[in-house]
Structures are given as structure tokens and as C-alpha cells.
């Protein structure tokens, strides 16, 4: 074990030294899409291999962990070697393993630890641990150089944060959500519409169709930067079932508007509250719903009122993926922040 451990730091210090690109290969499966990618430098992209789950789960509604797990056995191994063959590499040229262990699913993250661990061990290549949200936001660093200090919109299914970054890889959590993360919501208001899972993207097109012409409540939680979206979840539930009491129908294309209008504005206006409170070089938006049109738009316009530096990452490079994790594997790996054969999944992994 000693061995293993003087191996991967004098692998990484040659690497280091030799000027030539780092090329770390990424692993992630903290929930339901096995994905496996080769970064250079931590911002160019060789390859991007995403195979998602989703129809697996669709028709149960939601992501089933057990159903996760399995799946991610199956793929994992034939993921990393489709990565490698796109790249045009073998695991002689990889710097770096990097590899989401938490927040997630618990079968989920073990496979791609255990995975990873493994190759790890038996080539001697160092081993980086990646915390999933770090992935999303340095989803950004492919668009363009982060500067710092900047604040990062985190809007996925598990997560709605503000995080303040002074240097790399380094969070601080401003605002969070008191109760469903964004991507939740929206999941479960469109399940209330009969939409079919993952309904996010669903919603965000009905919304583009209709109008925002039923009234719903938006949570300001005054004198914070937290959010809170159950009461608005409740509402849209509410309004569905008065409606089929009383015998009248709802436009599910209005409702989706109304959903939506009120989920971008509270996360639109506390953003930028923040941003004159804390003057920042760049805004970054980052995680699933970060592939909202609705949300992209209304970002976008305030940003060029304040003069604020708005990045998006791609659509690709939004949902989850195996370039990010390396991307913020990366900055570990240059800090010298190299995991040990006791990394773990970790369901709960604080971000800071
Ligand atoms: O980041 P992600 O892939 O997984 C987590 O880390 O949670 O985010 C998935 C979430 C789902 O809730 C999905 O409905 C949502 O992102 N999502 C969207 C859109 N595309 C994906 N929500 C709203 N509008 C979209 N266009
Ligand atoms: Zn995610």
C-alpha cells in the first residue's frame, strides 16, 4: 500500500514537471447516468461519455436506487473503455483518476469509487475524490477562465445553492434551500401534470407556450439568501385540485408558466440582491436546471442591466456527466489533494 502511495505522488510530481497536458480521466455515477470522460488541463474536452438510465426509471416515476446500482455495474467498465477509445488513449497515458464520491446515491457513488479505487491500484495512477456539485460548477471552466471572486447559481435536482468561490476550490455556501431543491419541483409539478420523469425539461417547455396567468406565491425568506420552494409546489398542487373540485379545467401550459415565472424570479432576484451586496468578476449558473430556457434567458438579460459576467455551460455539460468531475478533479490534483485507498461514497458529502 505504501508502495502505491509513493507511486501515485512521484507520477504525479514527473507529470507535473514534464509541461506536457494533464489527462485525467473522469468517472461519475452518484445517481442515475454512468459516465465516463478524458479532460485535458481540466478545460479541454477528449471525450464525453454519458449513458443515461432514464428510460429505465421513467416508468416508475422517479430514479430507483437499486435499479441505479445495477446499471451502473453493467456499464461502468464498458464506459470507461468507450472514453479512452474516443479520446485515443490507454489508461499509460491518464495523470489522474477523478471521481464523484458524494453527495448521491450510495450504490450509485460505490461503483465509480470502487471503480476508480481499482484501476487506480493496480496502474498507480493518482486518485482524486470529487465532490458532485464542485463538478457542476466547474462545468463552467470549459466556457471560459473562472475569475475570482465569483458566485455560483447551483439549480439541480438535489441542490439549490448560492456558493461564493475566492479561489479555486473553494466553497462557501451563502443561501441554500430550506426544504426541495429547484430540480425537485419542477419533477414533481410536472408529475402532478402527468409529465413523464425527469419532468424539468417538460415543464420549461409547456411554460414557453403558455401564459403566467395564475397567480402563485413566491418565498422571499426576507433578510436571507435561502430559498424555499415546497409552499410553491403545494400551490400548484392546490390550484389542480380546487379546479377538478369545482369541475373547471386548468391550462397545464399556463400553470407551467406560472410555476416557472415564480421559480426565476425569486432565483433571478436574490442572485443579483447578492451580487450588489458582494461584488463579484463572474456569475456562473450550474447543475440540471441550469438547462432551463426560461432561466438562461432571465439570467442573461439582468446580467447585461448590472454589467455582471454571466457563464453558462452547454447544454451538454448542464445534466450530469463525467467532464465536470474531471474538470474539478483537476484543481485537487494541481492543489495535491490526492485521495487514499479508504475514499468512500459519502450520500451527504458537505460541499464546504
Ligand atoms: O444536475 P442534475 O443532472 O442531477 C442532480 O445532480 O440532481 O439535475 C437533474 C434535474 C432534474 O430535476 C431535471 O428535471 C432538471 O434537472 N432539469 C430541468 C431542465 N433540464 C433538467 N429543470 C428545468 N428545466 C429544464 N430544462
Ligand atoms: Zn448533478
Request: hydrophobic fraction near 40%; include cysteine; glycine fraction near 10%.
Amino acid at each position: 500500500m505504501n508502495n502505491w502511495k509513493h507511486k501515485v505522488y512521484k507520477r504525479r510530481e514527473e507529470a507535473l514537471a514534464s509541461g506536457k497536458p494533464i489527462r485525467i480521466l473522469g468517472i461519475e455515477t452518484s445517481c442515475d447516468e454512468t459516465s465516463a470522460a478524458v479532460i485535458e488541463n481540466g478545460n479541454t474536452i477528449r471525450s464525453n461519455v454519458i449513458s443515461s438510465q432514464i428510460e429505465s426509471h421513467k416508468r416508475f416515476g422517479g430514479v430507483v436506487p437499486e435499479v441505479a446500482s445495477r446499471h451502473h455495474v453493467e456499464n461502468i467498465t464498458l464506459i470507461i473503455d468507450q472514453a479512452l477509445r474516443e479520446a485515443n488513449l490507454t489508461l499509460d497515458d491518464i495523470d489522474a483518476i477523478a471521481v464523484t464520491y458524494g453527495p448521491g446515491l450510495v450504490g450509485a457513488l460505490l461503483v465509480g469509487v470502487a471503480a476508480a479505487k481499482a484501476i487506480s491500484f493496480a496502474r498507480g495512477i493518482p486518485l482524486v475524490g470529487v465532490h458532485h456539485i464542485a463538478g457542476h460548477i466547474y462545468a463552467n471552466r470549459f466556457v471560459k477562465e473562472l475569475e475570482f471572486p465569483l458566485l455560483a447559481l447551483v439549480v439541480s435536482g438535489g441542490h439549490t445553492e448560492l456558493v461564493y468561490m475566492k479561489e479555486h476550490g473553494a466553497y462557501e455556501i451563502i443561501g441554500q434551500t430550506r426544504d426541495d431543491a429547484v430540480g425537485e419541483a419542477y419533477d414533481k409539478v410536472a408529475r402532478s401534470l402527468g409529465l413523464p420523469y425527469p419532468g424539468g425539461p417538460h415543464i420549461d417547455q409547456l411554460a414557453h407556450e403558455g401564459e403566467p396567468s395564475i397567480p402563485l406565491p413566491r418565498a422571499w425568506l426576507e433578510g436571507t439568501y435561502d430559498f424555499s420552494f415546497s409552499g410553491l409546489k403545494s400551490a400548484v398542487l392546490n390550484t389542480l385540485h380546487n379546479a377538478a373540485q369545482r369541475g373547471e379545467s386548468i391550462e397545464p401550459k399556463n400553470l407551467a408558466a406560472s410555476f416557472q415565472e415564480s421559480v426565476i424570479e425569486v432565483l433571478v432576484d436574490k442572485t443579483f440582491r447578492l451580487i450588489n451586496e458582494r461584488p463579484v468578476k463572474q456569475l456562473l449558473l450550474a447543475g440540471g436546471v441550469a438547462a432551463n430556457k426560461g432561466l438562461r434567458r432571465a439570467l442573461s438579460e439582468r446580467a447585461a442591466r448590472e454589467g455582471v459576467e454571466l457563464i453558462i455551460p452547454p447544454l451538454s455539460l448542464c445534466t450530469d456527466n463525467a467532464a465536470m468531475i474531471a474538470g474539478a478533479g483537476y484543481i485537487e490534483y494541481k492543489k495535491g489533494n490526492l485521495a487514499s485507498m479508504t475514499l468512500n461514497g459519502v450520500p451527504g458529502l458537505p460541499l464546504a
